[in-house]
């Protein structure tokens, strides 16, 4: 059973990087795309952007300056990173897996980031 | 505000059918598969429709999914209190070039 966890700081400071990881457990991440999605509190949801395990990314165009999503095969780990943080990015951070025609099939039990001084 | 339009609510008592609407354009759900997902209180959304009408192992068949045109459909049949739940449908916009995901719509079983 393919099991997602993100970890990471709960806290950070404005104007700094958020940095977050999603641990795969169950299966590898080569084959898969990869996205980072998050939903602020009592929001919906919102796709940050997807990386295929070749490499090849896309993000969403409102953060596409600000998020790089990268994989470690050796660990079968998927990041996040989003620079230059504000109070908006406060927001429940979930990984999701996707094949190509199957969208969002396993998530992580996702982490709160709060972004506060 | 979304590209894909749900209704903020929807509401039904045990065994009714209810069915949550989700209007998109022609550069995402008219041009895509869409997929909904369900969020039971305090926990990560589940994939509950993909490709349009098809259930991944383990959901119910009371769940059912449909798209014409622009639009697309969940429909919940024989409803149960453990449905209570926000829905969210989603579809790749080719304009934008992003996963694009409903406001979500707050399912109430009576």
């Known amino acids: 059973q393919v099991q997602l966890q993100e970890s990471g700081p709960g806290l950070v400071k404005p104007s700094e990087t958020l940095s977050l990881t999603c641990s795969v457990s169950?299966?590898?991440?080569?084959?898969?795309?990869w996205s980072w999605i998050r939903q602020p509190p009592g929001k919906g949801l919102e796709w940050l952007g997807y990386?295929?395990?070749?490499?090849?990314?896309e993000y969403s165009p409102s953060l596409k300056t600000r998020v790089t999503i990268s994989t470690d095969t050796s660990k079968n780990q998927v990041s996040l990173k989003l620079t230059s943080v504000t109070a908006a990015d406060t927001a429940i951070y979930y990984c999701?897996?996707?094949?190509?025609?199957?969208?969002?099939?396993?998530w992580g039990p996702g982490i709160l980031v709060t972004v506060s001084s | 505000q979304s590209v894909l339009t749900q209704p903020p609510s929807a509401s039904g008592t045990p065994g009714q059918r209810v069915t949550i609407s989700c209007s998109g354009s022609?550069?995402?759900?008219?041009?895509?598969?869409v997929y909904w997902y369900q969020q039971l209180p305090g926990t990560a959304p589940k994939l509950l429709i993909y490709?349009?009408?098809q259930r991944p192992s383990g959901v119910p068949d009371r769940f059912s999914g449909s798209k014409s045109g622009t639009s697309a459909s969940l429909a919940i049949s024989g409803l149960r209190s453990e449905d209570e739940a926000d829905y969210y449908c989603?579809?790749?916009?080719?304009?934008?070039?992003?996963?694009?995901f409903g406001e979500g719509t707050k399912l109430t079983v009576l």
């Open positions: 999701a897996r996707s094949t190509r025609d199957i969208v969002f099939d396993y």
């Open positions: 169950g299966g590898s991440i080569s084959g898969y795309y």
């Open positions: 990386l295929y395990y070749t490499g090849y990314a």
């Open positions: 022609s550069s995402n759900i008219g041009n895509d598969y």
């Open positions: 490709m349009n009408n």
């Open positions: 989603a579809a790749w916009d080719g304009s934008l070039s992003a996963r694009v």
